[in-house]
């Protein structure tokens, strides 16, 4: 039980970790572009003098984010799906296609975009960008990158789902029992109010009952 609790934290502590750096890189790079492109508007109506390499660095800024954004949506298990058949499934049935899901993601990641990613990178690094000047193989890094944090991510979200840290109940569903287990909450308020106020009825009575057997036998003790 100690190894599966110190695992979990591990792995919970490397997911927070990736993401904090992933989503200091990818709102880097947008920050980046917004100030690229305002320089590019200023330098091309106002100056008169458009600035070429801050458009061709926008470009590759907009892939390194977009695949960063992307490598964070695989560790968050937010990319789009239709899972109409999957929600009538038993929940290990679910468990299982949730686990194959992520197996046929890190096969994808670890032959397209690492082993495709170096590949092409390598390649690349011949040729030069027109403005900057430099390898063009340097901003095709971010592929290979992005494939081996989408491997890491997948192999979390496994262990995650394996040891159920991981809901893969719908969310339509998870909103059925939220309401379902809000109104057992009111339904047994309603009975213990009730109940209470009954409660506080009888002892109403009992006190009126006692009063009145105190007046009775004052009336009588004083009648003697």
Not at 35 to 40: A, H, M, R, S
Not at 79 to 94: G, R
């Amino acid at each position: 039980m100690n190894n599966i609790n110190g695992t979990n934290h591990a792995s919970h502590t490397l997911r927070n970790l990736l993401d904090y750096i992933l989503k200091l890189l990818a709102g880097g790079s947008f920050l980046a572009m917004v100030i690229l492109t305002c320089w590019q508007v200023f330098t091309r109506y106002l100056l008169r003098n458009p600035s070429s390499w801050s458009e061709e660095l926008v470009s590759y800024l907009f892939a390194w984010m977009s695949l960063l954004g992307a490598s964070i949506v695989v560790g968050e298990r937010g990319h789009m799906n239709i899972p109409i058949a999957v929600e009538q499934m038993k929940p290990n049935s679910q468990k299982v296609l949730a686990v194959f899901s992520e197996v046929v993601a890190c096969l994808f990641s670890a032959i397209i975009l690492v082993f495709g990613g170096i590949q092409i990178t390598k390649l690349a690094m011949g040729q030069m960008t027109s403005s900057l000047g430099v390898p063009v193989g340097i901003f095709y890094v971010v592929l290979p990158l992005s494939g081996v944090l989408n491997i890491i991510y997948t192999i979390l979200n496994i262990m995650d789902i394996l040891n159920g840290s991981i809901c893969l109940t719908p969310i339509n569903e998870r909103a059925k029992n939220t309401i379902k287990e809000a109104k057992n909450g009111t339904e047994q308020e309603r009975i213990e109010k009730e109940g209470t106020e009954q409660k506080t009825i009888e002892a109403k009575g009992k006190e009126q009952e006692a009063e009145r057997m105190i007046k009775t036998e004052k009336h009588r003790m004083e009648g003697k």
